[in-house]
């Protein structure tokens, strides 16, 4: 039975994981275009704190010391940091190839770009050697996930077995011939006889 069940969550998983290929390949595209536009909110800020003859940090400390853009400021050094982020990512992912980018998930991790591809997400067909690794990846994964969440389970109800008592050999006694009884003899005393008349004894 349980090897049944590893069997069906070894399937799951190689199932499941052959479209990781796939899709990183859609997320990688839906990044590039979430790079691109933070990339071209970025450089309007730069090039209007420019204009104003400041840096971006500058434009920054300016705008935390106006009360109407105050709330701004925390929400550009918030855009600047996931621009950051993702820029590096989508370099990484893009340097990768197919089957590297396995070692990779962490750098698909975005919320929002998640979200989205998952959205519009349609299963491929995993005929490329990426595709095999994943499956084999998520077959393998998914038995031994299984078998050790089965074996956690079944331990508490698991009894122990009783240890084999080993008699001890007894040495082999020598029963001791019964003492001979003598028979012990007996002093006869002759039979009482009547007395005829005119005989004595």
């Known amino acids: 039975m349980i090897r049944a069940l590893c069997l069906i969550a070894g399937l799951s ?10 899709f990183s390949q859609q997320y990688l595209q ?6 691109d536009e933070l990339t071209r909110q970025v450089v309007e800020f730069d090039e209007t704190a420019l204009a104003d003859g400041m840096g971006r940090e ?12 105050a709330s701004q400021e925390a929400l550009w050094r918030r855009t600047f940091a996931r621009h950051a982020r993702l820029s590096e990512n989508l ?12 070692t990779l998930p962490h750098r698909m991790a975005d919320r929002e770009t998640l979200a989205a591809v998952w959205d519009d997400f349609t299963p491929g067909v ?10 084999g990846t998520g077959f393998l994964g998914g038995w031994v996930s299984f ?10 109800f698991r009894r122990a077995k009783p240890q084999p008592v ?7 006694t020598i ?3 019964p003492p001979v009884i003598r028979p012990t003899l007996v002093a006869q005393t002759p039979p009482n006889r009547p007395r005829l008349a005119g005989v004595q004894r």
């Open 166 to 172: 080993t008699k001890k050999r007894q040495s082999p």
């Open 175 to 177: 029963k001791a011939d």
């Open 126 to 135: 995993p005929l490329s050697v990426a595709g095999a690794a994943s499956a």
């Open 147 to 156: 078998a050790i969440l089965a074996a956690l389970i079944s331990l508490p």
């Open 13 to 22: 998983g190689a199932a499941g994981l052959s479209q990781y290929p796939e």
């Open 58 to 69: 500058e434009m920054l400390q300016a705008m935390a010391q106006t009360p109407l853009v």
């Open 91 to 102: 370099m990484l992912l893009r340097e990768a190839t197919p089957v590297e980018r396995l």
């Open 30 to 35: 839906r990044l590039a275009g979430q790079v």
